[in-house]
C-alpha cells in the first residue's frame, strides 16, 4: 500500500513538472510577437532591448494619408524610417522597429478589439521596448496651402518637451516648419509611453511643394539624416540626465 501511495505521488509530480516543462518549451518556441501578445495582457514589455524604437505609421491595408498621384502615407514613411534606421545603425545605435515592410503592427497587440485598436495597441506595446521612440507620418489635408513640419510630444512632460525641442531644431534645418514650436498633445496614445516618445508629420502630401519633396528619395534621405542627428543629440542628453 505504501509504495502505491508513494508511486502516486511521485508519478503526479512528474506529471505537472512535464506539463510545466512542455508548456515552458511551446511558450518559447513561439514568434517574440507572440509572447506580447499572449503573455502580456495589459502588461507592458519589462525589457528596454533597444536605444531606439521606430514607428512608421500606417502600413498594409491602412494607407494613411494619401496625396494626389495614389502617393500613400504609409510607403513614404516606411522608406524615410528604414534611413533612420541604417543611419542610427551605422553610428552604433540599436534600433527596433514596429514594422520594416509594408504590413499594420495589428499582431503586436495584447487586447482584442477592432484592427485598428489591435495596432495602435501593438506600436504602443512595442514603445516600451525602446530607452526612446519615435513615430513617423505625413499629413493630408483639404487645404493645399497648408504644408511643412509638426512635432508632437506628451502635454506636461518635460523631457518629452527637450526632446521634442531637440528633434524641430535638426528639421528645421532641412525643412519648413507647419509650427515653430513642437505642439503638446494629451490625447495621442503613443505619446503615452513611459519611454520619451514623439509623432513627427514630416509634411503634407496634400501641398504640391511638400509632395514634391516627400516623394524624392534624396530630400527623404536628408530628412531621415535630420531626425537622426536628432534623436542621437537626444540620446545623449538623456543617458547624462538618467545618470545624475
Ligand atoms: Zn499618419
Redesign the pocket.
Known amino acids: 500500500m505504501v509504495r502505491r501511495f508513494i508511486w502516486v505521488t511521485v508519478s503526479k509530480h512528474q506529471v505537472f513538472a512535464w506539463v510545466i516543462l512542455i508548456g515552458l518549451i511551446y511558450l518559447l518556441s513561439l514568434p517574440e510577437s507572440y509572447h506580447l501578445a499572449v503573455l502580456s495582457t495589459a502588461v507592458l514589455p519589462q525589457e528596454v532591448r533597444f536605444n531606439v524604437m521606430i514607428d512608421p505609421?500606417?502600413g498594409g491595408i491602412d494607407s494613411?494619408?494619401i496625396g494626389p498621384g495614389e502617393v500613400y502615407?504609409k510607403d513614404i514613411?516606411l522608406d524615410i524610417a528604414l534611413r533612420l534606421r541604417d543611419f542610427l545603425e551605422k553610428r552604433g545605435i540599436i534600433v527596433g522597429m514596429t514594422r520594416a515592410s509594408d504590413t499594420d503592427v495589428s499582431q503586436l497587440a495584447s487586447i482584442r478589439g477592432t484592427r485598428y485598436q489591435r495596432d495602435l495597441n501593438g506600436r504602443f506595446l512595442a514603445m516600451h521596448e525602446g530607452a526612446v521612440g519615435i513615430s513617423i507620418?505625413?499629413?493630408v489635408t483639404k487645404d493645399p496651402g497648408e504644408k511643412g513640419a509638426i512635432v508632437f510630444y506628451m502635454r506636461d512632460s518635460y523631457i518629452d518637451q527637450i526632446y521634442a525641442n531637440i528633434i524641430l531644431e535638426q528639421l528645421e534645418k532641412v525643412q519648413i516648419l507647419n509650427h515653430p514650436e513642437p505642439i503638446a498633445r494629451s490625447n495621442l496614445l503613443l505619446l503615452k509611453a513611459k519611454p520619451p516618445v514623439l509623432l513627427v508629420?514630416v509634411g503634407f502630401l496634400s501641398n504640391a511643394s511638400d509632395l514634391a519633396k516627400l516623394t524624392d528619395p534624396q530630400f527623404r534621405q536628408v530628412l531621415a539624416e535630420a531626425i537622426g542627428q536628432g534623436m542621437i543629440d537626444f540620446l545623449n542628453f538623456y543617458r547624462l540626465e538618467q545618470s545624475e
Open positions: 505609421g500606417h494613411g494619408g502615407e514613411v507620418h505625413a499629413n508629420e
